[in-house]
């Protein structure tokens, strides 16, 4: 990259908010970016909050607003493939096979829908806390708690890999995290987990999530 360049990352709530500033935000500066990030609009009749992802028409109504800013060289997202709208470009038509193989559809597929060479759309295998099952050693120490640590390598294990530990609604990484242990902060403990186990170990934990930075680095 010949000059420091713009790269925005449009996030789905405060837990994603925080591993980027806390994880990603020095990795990505290294590479030679100019760095800024938000959490996406739910609008309601009365208010704007911010944190989910609602529909596909409201999320392609932001991301085109944000491609509007002339000074942005590169959009990309963090948002969970588990529970991602039901009427976003791809989803009806994922194909059957392997979990990666049907994110990979749907992020090409919203490629297509938003048709700028600046917009990279990343949906994260399965959702973030499957980053917190990469850290399973780093939660496990940090919580004082080798048995939740042994839980969450076994399930990764079982699933031949953490990004496939999969995403049924009692099942999906954030629930198992929730039924393992009862007072685990989504938004405190996940974050310092996934920041003690580091940029480098998460790529070769999690190949879909490696696939992005690296493009990202190619950009």
Same mark, same amino acid.
């Given at each position: 990259?010949?000059?420091?360049?713009?790269?925005?990352?449009?996030?789905?709530?405060?837990?994603?908010?925080?591993?980027?500033?806390?994880?990603?935000?020095?990795?990505?500066?290294?590479?030679?970016?100019?760095?800024?990030?938000?959490?996406?609009?739910?609008?309601?009749?009365?208010?704007?909050?911010?944190?989910?992802?609602?529909?596909?028409?409201?999320?392609?109504?932001?991301?085109?607003?944000?491609?509007?800013?002339?000074?942005?060289?590169?959009?990309?997202?963090?948002?969970?493939?588990?529970?991602?709208?039901?009427?976003?470009?791809?989803?009806?038509?994922?194909?059957?096979?392997?979990?990666?193989?049907?994110?990979?559809?749907?992020?090409?597929?919203?490629?297509?829908?938003?048709?700028?060479?600046?917009?990279?759309?990343?949906?994260?295998?399965?959702?973030?806390?499957?980053?917190?099952?990469?850290? !399973? =050693?780093? @939660?496990?120490?940090?919580? *004082?708690?080798?048995?939740? /640590?042994?839980?969450?390598?076994?399930?990764?294990? $079982?699933?031949?890999?953490?990004?496939?530990?999969?995403?049924?609604?009692?099942?999906?990484?954030?629930?198992?995290?929730?039924?393992?242990? !009862? =007072?685990? @902060?989504?938004?405190?403990? *996940?974050?310092?987990?996934? /920041?003690?186990?580091?940029?480098?170990?998460?790529? $070769?934990?999690?190949?879909?999530?490696?696939?992005?930075?690296?493009?990202?680095?190619?950009?």
């Amino acid at each position: 990259m010949a000059e420091r360049q713009r790269l925005h990352l449009l996030v789905e709530g405060q837990t994603e908010a925080t591993v980027v500033r806390e994880v990603l935000l020095g990795y990505l500066q290294r590479l030679g970016w100019t760095v800024t990030w938000s959490v996406v609009r739910t609008q309601t009749t009365s208010a704007t909050h911010r944190g989910g992802v609602s529909s596909w028409p409201r999320l392609h109504r932001e991301i085109k607003e944000l491609l509007g800013q002339k000074s942005l060289d590169l959009l990309t997202t963090l948002f969970d493939f588990y529970g991602f709208p039901e009427d976003a470009p791809g989803m009806n038509n994922r194909p059957g096979g392997s979990a990666r193989g049907a994110v990979e559809h749907v992020e090409k597929a919203m490629d297509e829908a938003i048709c700028d060479r600046r917009f990279l759309p990343h949906l994260v295998l399965h959702e973030l806390e499957t980053w917190v099952f990469a850290a !399973a =050693d780093q @939660l496990g120490e940090l919580r *004082g708690d080798e048995t939740l /640590a042994a839980q969450l390598r076994q399930d990764s294990a $079982d699933a031949d890999g953490v990004e496939l530990v999969n995403d049924g609604p009692k099942t999906a990484p954030s629930k198992r995290l929730a039924r393992y242990c !009862a =007072d685990y @902060l989504k938004t405190v403990d *996940g974050p310092l987990a996934i /920041a003690d186990l580091g940029i480098d170990r998460l790529k $070769d934990r999690c190949p879909h999530f490696a696939a992005w930075l690296d493009e990202i680095e190619r950009r």
